[in-house]
């Protein structure tokens, strides 16, 4: 036989109460899925770049010392590519088309790709003696601060919401109280205990935010897939590195849970708290 609950809310709050938290969960899992999605686009983008580096050398004179101290250390170098001059002026084609006589100032190039990082740092301590060592990584390290700072943000804003989520959670269950004072004085002359009372309140907002929990989720999936679609087709930069790994997707769809119990926490702890002080 189904146990009939003590309180109820009226339509209103009810409507009220789904349509914030479905709100504030939206944000919470658009601004997690963000987060982790900048994180994984990150770590691939450093993963990507920190064996590479580029030699430049403005003496051609000591380009044979560049050529045979890549020779002799076959086991630390993957590959090496030598730009040519007419790959040289194809880049520089928008500053000495105007220009031909910068042609002949031209650096001579190596991108090298090493086979471990360590490699890299050994190697650059002995080329940078004979020319300008440049890892890619430490060029490219304006755009990895920038995503670390796009991941605190994100990770700020899920606090502020998941807090605000706890506000409106602890101030609908006070209202709640207030709306039903007689009903409580009346379980109390019963001697009904703090927890059954509170519990018939955790029913009443577990219920109302498993539903409000489902649709932000829902709604927030499409968002997230559509911002990877589109940082997918950039194909070139730290954008396009963007992702969420299997653990990503299983922190995003453990999250509403989470809110959920959150909620029905804070329900219990506010209640109880009105309990005492009345």
């Not at 045979?68 to 002026?89: E, F, G, H, R, Y």
């Not at 950039?234 to 299983?250: N, V, Y």
């Amino acid at each position: 036989m189904k146990r009939p609950t003590v309180f109820s809310l009226i339509h209103e709050q009810s409507v009220f109460m789904t349509v914030i938290v479905s709100l504030l969960t939206f944000l919470s899992v658009l601004a997690l899925g963000i987060s982790l999605s900048i994180g994984t686009g990150v770590m691939r983008w450093n993963s990507q770049w920190e064996r590479y580096a580029t030699i430049q050398l403005m003496d051609a004179k000591k380009a044979d010392t560049i050529t045979q101290t890549l020779a002799k250390n076959p086991d630390k170098i993957k590959s090496v590519t030598q730009i040519t001059n007419a790959q040289m002026q194809e880049l520089m084609a928008p500053w000495i088309s105007g220009n031909s006589v910068l042609k002949n100032y031209l650096p001579q190039m190596w991108e090298v790709e090493f086979s471990t990082t360590s490699d890299l740092d050994s190697m650059g301590a002995e080329i940078s003696k004979h020319a300008r060592f440049l890892p890619h990584a430490r060029a490219l390290k304006t755009s990895t601060s920038a995503g670390w700072k796009m991941i605190v943000m994100s990770t700020l804003v899920l606090i502020l919401t998941l807090g605000t989520i706890g506000l409106c959670i602890s101030y609908i269950a006070r209202n709640t109280a207030m709306l039903h004072r007689r009903e409580l004085e009346i379980l109390n002359q019963v001697g009904a205990s703090d927890n059954f009372i509170a519990r018939q309140m955790q029913i009443i907002v577990g219920k109302i935010c498993l539903t409000a929990c489902s649709i932000g989720y829902l709604c927030a999936l499409p968002i997230i897939l559509l911002i990877l679609s589109t940082a997918h087709s950039a194909r070139i930069g730290l954008m396009a590195m963007l992702g969420l790994s299997s653990t990503g997707w299983i922190l995003l769809t453990t999250l509403p849970i989470l809110i959920i119990i959150f909620s029905i926490w804070i329900t219990k702890r506010t209640t109880i708290n009105i309990l005492k002080n009345s």
